[in-house]
């Protein structure tokens, strides 16, 4: 068979990866017949280097380029093991406990290798504890609501307590753990307590944010109730001004009690049923977590100062950024009803 290089040319000078398929075939062909690389370049209008490069590629039976591995598969498997065991160990931890099961590896290649089974180091998620029983009551009322759009959610007022700390920035252990192992019982970490913390009532709906309340003291039916005079009936006129809302709590102690459920029905409050141990169906849940992440690279001295920083943070929440988790509602009463009442991630 006989090319014609004129048809190709010599100005095509490219990589490997620019050949053509004519000149691909015709480099194949004429190395099949024998012909050497120089003969080969001139026929296919490219570089020696590039017909070099495709007939070695194109090559079987090379063997494999690079260093050989330093562990075995069983090796690896021992670090899986070993990790999913410990998972809130650090790199170094994990490493001197494989080395000590026998294998010969740096902390970089452990470190490494952990990455490609594809563990990840998270701040773990805390899980409220829900028995049998709260879990059928939250599938069902997520049954119930099902139907709600999110037009009707924005008649919500969501309210809530939030703990915040002058060394909130302090997330304790981290933890090793692949995708979708957020919840997993093994990944999961007890809440940590924290000196000089203030204690924050806050109010939502999709307009927007309402006045916050510092709490002084331990909350029970009678300081509640002065919160919800002085801060929660405020923020209902700011948030939705003549037009008819529900009220949203928690079943704390102090908001469930009979004197404050006495309270809400004098006052005209229309109060949403909420089931037990629920935070993750709670928007102003989100809320708090943007606040903290906000306040992040803040450094407090004390009490006051936390306090300032709260309230500057708490003021520049956008309506928009309400209005975008009160639409987060429908997803997460469906989240709900597909894990079948269990806790969620959001």
Not at 48 to 77: F, L, M, P, W, Y
Not at 127 to 132: A, V
Not at 238 to 261: E, N, R, V, Y
Request: hydrophobic share 35%; proline share 5%.
């Amino acid at each position: 068979m006989v090319f014609q290089s004129s048809s190709i040319g010599y100005t095509i000078m490219g990589k490997t990866a620019d050949l053509t398929v004519v000149q691909k075939t015709t480099i194949d062909t004429l190395h099949k017949e024998g012909k050497t690389q120089k003969v080969i370049a001139k026929e296919a209008g490219c570089s020696q280097s590039s017909v070099s490069k495709h007939i070695n590629r194109e090559a079987k039976g090379r063997k494999r380029c690079g260093r050989k591995k330093c562990t075995s598969k069983r090796d690896n498997r021992t670090l899986e093991r070993i990790v999913k065991q410990n998972p809130f160990k650090n790199v170094g931890e994990i490493h001197k406990e494989w080395t000590a099961a026998g294998v010969s590896a740096s902390r970089t290649t452990t470190h490494r290798l952990m990455k490609d089974m594809g563990f990840c180091c998270r701040i773990p998620c805390v899980k409220p504890l829900l028995n049998h029983r709260q879990s059928q009551k939250r599938l069902a009322w997520a049954k119930e609501k099902q139907v709600w759009t999110a037009g009707e959610w924005s008649k919500v007022m969501f309210s809530d307590e939030s703990k915040f700390c002058i060394s909130f920035g302090n997330q304790g252990p981290r933890v090793w753990r692949k995708r979708r192992e957020a919840l997993h019982p093994r990944c999961l970490k007890s809440s940590v307590k924290f000196p000089q913390s203030v204690m924050v009532w806050g109010a939502m709906s999709s307009a927007g944010v309402g006045p916050l309340c510092f709490l002084r003291s331990r909350v029970n039916a009678a300081t509640y109730q002065e919160v919800l005079e002085h801060f929660m009936l405020p923020a209902a006129d700011q948030l939705f001004g003549d037009a008819d809302f529900i009220f949203q709590q928690d079943l704390a102690p102090a908001h469930s009690a009979k004197a404050t459920s006495t309270w809400l029905k004098d006052h005209g409050i229309p109060v949403l049923n909420w089931p037990a141990n629920s935070p993750d169906l709670n928007p102003i849940e989100n809320l708090w977590g943007i606040v903290k992440k906000k306040m992040q690279y803040t450094r407090p001295n004390n009490s006051e100062e936390l306090k300032a920083t709260i309230r500057a943070t708490w003021a520049i929440i956008t309506p928009e950024q309400c209005h975008r988790l009160i639409d987060s509602m429908p997803r997460r009463i469906a989240a709900v009803i597909q894990a079948k009442g269990a806790p969620t991630k959001y």
